[in-house]
């Protein structure tokens, strides 16, 4: 395996003693050349995992290990120089990740740049290569943001992170904030560079069926905590967990005729406040099949036949 995580821990303190607990002891494994899936509703932690895993945020307890190499829990500047060879991100929002104020040459290239082993003549080179092979051309490279469409941003922060070929990529809803038709360009794009390079990929996103087409497993968040993981196949189309089945069921069919004759369920109660998180399971507030331990007892991960973990005392 290439990452991994144990019991790993991000909270905030939000004043007045309380406690935002965003990612709540979360373990995982991602083996090389494989794509990861994080999915889960607005809020789980999913960003959160991603940017504390690669130092981002710092951790505040677990441990965090990358080619068997075990993570500092805060970042120093030497530690940032030395990580951004081998990890990099691709962020949501491609129009607030980018500084406005610098020109492509700049953004692409800082990475280059900061790393200090490049001639500024190597650095354009490099840029003017990074940008056609993500579908730009080096004449872009004087341009600012703004002057870009949402896929063409997108692209400029795929350049920005790849540059540095890394290993291992986060990429944080990368397709969110894009039409359609470019959501297609922009997940065609990383899965060539995934198979030219070979990358390893955590893939965050909300919607099932894009991270059920492009992962190998699907890992589910839910307010912090860790709900499923196994083959993306077999979570998509047989879900153990009763919030991956609420999940599953809630994915909107392709055809409208069929979308428009099923009959759908939502989750009814309240969302448990992920604010000083007490013991018992995050879901047990809105599960149909709660019992009375899942008030008090927060589930472990359960191994299950083939490769599959679920955290629900339904499997105890």
Same mark, same amino acid.
């Given at each position: 395996?290439?990452?991994?995580?144990?019991?790993?821990?991000?909270?905030?303190?939000?004043?007045?003693?309380?406690?935002?607990?965003?990612?709540?002891?979360?373990?995982?494994?991602?083996?090389?050349?494989?794509?990861?899936?994080?999915?889960?509703?607005?809020?789980?932690?999913?960003?959160?995992?991603?940017?504390?895993?690669?130092?981002?945020?710092?951790?505040?307890?677990?441990?965090?290990?990358?080619?068997?190499?075990?993570?500092?829990?805060?970042?120093?500047?030497?530690?940032?120089?030395?990580?951004?060879?081998?990890?990099?991100?691709?962020?949501?929002?491609?129009?607030?990740?980018?500084?406005?104020?610098?020109?492509?040459?700049?953004?692409?290239?800082?990475?280059?740049?900061?790393?200090?082993?490049?001639?500024?003549?190597?650095?354009?080179?490099?840029?003017?290569?990074?940008?056609?092979?993500?579908?730009?051309?080096?004449?872009?490279?004087?341009?600012?943001?703004?002057?870009?469409?949402?896929?063409?941003?997108?692209?400029?922060?795929?350049?920005?992170?790849?540059?540095?070929?890394?290993?291992?990529?986060?990429?944080?809803?990368?397709?969110?904030?894009?039409?359609?038709?470019?959501?297609?360009?922009?997940?065609?794009?990383?899965?060539?560079?995934?198979?030219?390079?070979?990358?390893?990929?955590?893939?965050?996103?909300?919607?099932?069926?894009?991270?059920?087409? #492009?992962? $190998? /497993?699907?890992? &589910?968040?839910?307010?912090?905590?860790? %709900?499923?993981? @196994?083959?993306?196949?077999?979570?998509?189309?047989?879900?153990?967990?009763?919030?991956?089945?609420?999940?599953?069921?809630?994915?909107?069919?392709?055809?409208?005729?069929?979308?428009?004759?099923?009959?759908?369920?939502?989750?009814?109660?309240?969302?448990?406040?992920?604010?000083?998180?007490?013991?018992?399971?995050?879901?047990?507030?809105?599960?149909?099949? #709660?019992? $009375? /331990?899942?008030? &008090?007892?927060?589930?472990?991960?359960? %191994?299950?036949? @083939?490769?599959?973990?679920?955290?629900?005392?339904?499997?105890?």
């Amino acid at each position: 395996m290439l990452v991994r995580t144990e019991k790993l821990k991000k909270h905030f303190m939000i004043g007045r003693g309380q406690t935002l607990h965003a990612v709540d002891g979360i373990s995982l494994t991602i083996d090389e050349n494989e794509i990861l899936g994080l999915v889960g509703e607005s809020g789980s932690g999913k960003s959160t995992f991603g940017k504390a895993l690669i130092g981002l945020h710092p951790k505040t307890s677990g441990e965090a290990y990358y080619d068997g190499e075990r993570l500092p829990d805060r970042f120093s500047t030497k530690d940032h120089l030395h990580y951004s060879k081998q990890m990099q991100m691709i962020f949501q929002d491609p129009y607030s990740s980018l500084n406005p104020r610098m020109t492509v040459l700049d953004i692409v290239g800082e990475g280059p740049g900061i790393q200090g082993q490049q001639s500024n003549s190597e650095i354009r080179d490099k840029v003017a290569f990074w940008l056609e092979r993500v579908g730009l051309n080096a004449d872009h490279m004087s341009r600012y943001p703004h002057e870009f469409s949402g896929g063409q941003r997108q692209r400029i922060g795929i350049a920005r992170a790849m540059i540095i070929e890394p290993r291992f990529v986060v990429c944080d809803e990368p397709i969110s904030a894009l039409d359609v038709s470019v959501q297609a360009q922009v997940i065609n794009l990383l899965d060539e560079l995934k198979q030219s390079m070979g990358l390893t990929l955590l893939f965050i996103a909300h919607d099932l069926s894009m991270v059920r087409y #492009v992962s $190998d /497993r699907m890992a &589910v968040m839910y307010l912090g905590s860790m %709900a499923e993981v @196994g083959p993306s196949n077999d979570v998509f189309f047989e879900p153990q967990h009763p919030y991956t089945q609420f999940l599953v069921e809630s994915n909107p069919e392709p055809d409208p005729n069929l979308e428009r004759r099923r009959a759908f369920k939502p989750i009814v109660g309240e969302i448990t406040s992920p604010v000083n998180v007490q013991a018992g399971c995050r879901f047990a507030d809105r599960c149909p099949k #709660v019992m $009375d /331990r899942c008030l &008090v007892e927060t589930p472990d991960l359960i %191994a299950l036949p @083939g490769d599959r973990q679920v955290a629900c005392h339904l499997f105890d």
